[in-house]
C-alpha cells in the first residue's frame, strides 16, 4: 500500500461533500498529483489517442474518448461495450499505470468502498462546447462496484440526478483535482455534464479531461 501517498492532503484537509447516500465528492483529493496524471494522460494518448466515437443511434459524440486498462469503453453503431481491444488500432489499450490505480482505490476507500480494484479506465476530454448527456453507467458486469470519476482542467458542471431520467438534477461545479466516488444507492444515478465554458486553464489549457475508473469485469 501506499501509506504517505496522499499525506499532503492530510495537510491540507480535503472537504468530503455528500452528493447523495453513497456518492461523494472529495474536493481537489487528486490535485498534488497532476504532474503525474498528466503525464501518464500524454504517454496513454500518444498509443490511443483521443478519437470522437459514433453512438448507436449515429451521432458522434461532443467528448473525445479513449482509454487504459485491461478494458475500455466503447460505443459505435452497434451499441456499448468494454473491449480489451482498442478498435481503432486493434491493439491492447495501455496499461492503466500504478498511480491511477492506487488514486482510484484510495478515493474509493475514503468513501467507503474498501478494495476497490479498477480493470478499466475511460478518459474523457471536453473542448468548449462539449458536454455529455444524461445517462446511467450500466454496462459493467457488477453493479455492486463503486465508480471513481477525477476532474482535470477546466471547471464543469456536473448534472446529478435520480433513478429516473425525469428527477430533478441538482448541479455541482467540479473543478481541477476535484474526486467524485459513488455506488451504492447511487450508482444507477442519471448525471451528465453541461456544455464545457471557454476558459484557459494553467496546466491544462482549453480542455477538461475526466477518468472514470471502474470494475468493467
Ligand atoms: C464526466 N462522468 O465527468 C463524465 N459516470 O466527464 C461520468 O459520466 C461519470 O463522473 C459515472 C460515474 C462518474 C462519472
Ligand atoms: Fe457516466
Known sequence: MTADLFDSLETTGPSREPLAPGAVLLRGFARSHETELLAAIETITAQAPFRRMITPGGHQMSVAMTNCGAFGWVTDRSGYRYDAVDPESG??????????RQLAEQAAGAA?????APDAC?????????KMSLH???DERDLDEPIVS?????PATFLFGGL???DKTQRHRLVHGDVVVWGGPARLAF???????????????????????????
Open 191 to 217: 448525471h451528465g455534464v453541461a456544455p464545457l465554458a471557454d476558459g484557459e486553464h494553467a496546466r491544462l489549457g482549453r480542455r477538461r479531461i475526466n477518468l472514470t475508473f471502474r470494475r468493467a469485469r
Open 136 to 138: 446511467q453507467d450500466r
Open 112 to 116: 467507503g468502498f474498501a478494495g476497490f
Open 150 to 154: 477525477v476532474s482535470l482542467g477546466l
Open 91 to 100: 491493439k491492447t489499450w495501455p496499461a492503466m499505470p500504478s498511480l491511477f
Open 122 to 130: 475511460l478518459i474523457n476530454r471536453y473542448e468548449p462546447g462539449a
Open 164 to 166: 429516473k431520467r425525469s
